[in-house]
């Protein structure tokens, strides 16, 4: 499985010590996708598996006929309500052991990714940022195998390091290497953040990069790559951004701005241009102060792939250049959310 092999390939859920890619910007399902089917795969008949897909519409209206049928003696016709369908589903799957949560998830609502840590402990890959509920011996087996999935040059000897989170009680272990994930003992882990936090303080490492602060920072704002989710959620992602660059010592700005496409498109009443140019896209990025000339500062960008399939050049996932280099860049007003 290491066709997708980029700092570490991609985003992936580790289950059972195998990885299943979970990247919904390349593939067709992201880490809640995933969940969801897996709950729906749960409940739903035979009869509405699709294969790569369960219709769960379909069965909930099924097991809505089903509870109609009991109470009233007759099945129901064409007039039910959808939010009678609803209801009369969900008593239903409360009798097969559906809890609320799994129905929320399986109804696309709540936190799927933090429900498949917790509950079907699978463990979250985010480029080399790994998320687990807990971290055991059998938790960190699953890890290394799930890794070595993903990348078989995986050994020993990788200088391939990592960052680990822990939900359960927020700790995060940075720069691990593959070996000790690999030797299974959560005691030598701890034992390596102590040391390894004693040897930055000794040492004055410098600060995190750019790119790394931006990688980390996606890997866990952006949970979905869907262009309407990017555009909905570009300024909380920008916001977020923006505040850790400057907690690491970078002179960092959030911009309100225009993002310039090529291809001229009806718009969303949300984009903010002329009558005449509609091919200025109303948008949010963070710019670190660099430079006295504006032109040569850098912009640090998230969520401009929403706009790909409107561009003829290729957008990366993390963008960062000057203006200069990314000249689609037009700013409107900088510190936006100080005002």
């Not at 998830?105 to 790994?130: C, H, P, Q, S, T």
Request: proline share 3%; with cysteine.
């Amino acid at each position: 499985m290491n066709w997708y092999k980029k700092a570490l390939r991609g985003e992936w859920w580790i289950i059972d010590g195998s990885a299943i890619f979970a990247d919904a910007n390349v593939g067709e399902l992201g880490h809640e996708a995933h969940v969801v089917d897996s709950i729906q795969r749960k409940y739903a008949y035979d009869e509405f598996d699709k294969g790569e897909w369960i219709d769960w519409d379909a069965f909930k209206r099924q097991l809505a006929s089903e509870v109609y049928e009991e109470q009233f003696g007759m099945k129901p016709n064409s007039k039910v309500n959808p939010k009678e369908i609803e209801t009369l589903a969900y008593k239903r799957l409360q009798e097969l052991g559906m809890t609320h949560e799994e129905y929320s998830i399986a109804e696309n609502r709540g936190d799927a990714r933090a429900y498949g840590m917790r509950e079907l402990g699978w463990k979250r890959v985010a480029g080399n940022n790994i998320q687990t509920q807990t971290l055991t011996s059998n938790d960190l087996k699953d890890i290394a195998s799930g890794l070595y999935d993903i990348d078989n040059d995986l050994d020993e000897n990788s200088n391939e390091q990592f960052t680990i989170e822990v939900a359960a009680n927020g700790v995060v272990l940075r720069h691990v290497p593959y070996k000790l994930i690999s030797d299974a003992s959560p005691s030598a882990l701890i034992q390596y953040r102590d040391v390894y936090a004693q040897n930055q303080k000794t040492l004055k490492l410098a600060k995190p990069t750019i790119e790394q602060i931006a990688e980390q920072v996606r890997s866990r704002e952006v949970r979905s790559y869907d262009d309407e989710y990017l555009k909905d959620n570009c300024l909380p992602v920008a916001k977020a951004l923006t505040k850790e660059l400057t907690r690491n010592g970078y002179n960092s700005v959030l911009v309100q701005g225009n993002f310039k496409v090529d291809k001229s498109v009806s718009v969303d009443p949300r984009d903010k241009m002329t009558k005449e140019d509609n091919t200025m896209r109303f948008h949010y990025w963070t710019e670190i102060l660099i430079s006295p000339n504006e032109r040569k500062n850098l912009i640090v960008d998230l969520t401009a792939i929403q706009f790909e399939d409107e561009v003829n050049s290729q957008i990366k996932p993390i963008e960062v250049g000057t203006y200069e280099q990314l000249n689609r860049y037009i700013p409107i007003i900088k510190g936006w959310d100080e005002l």
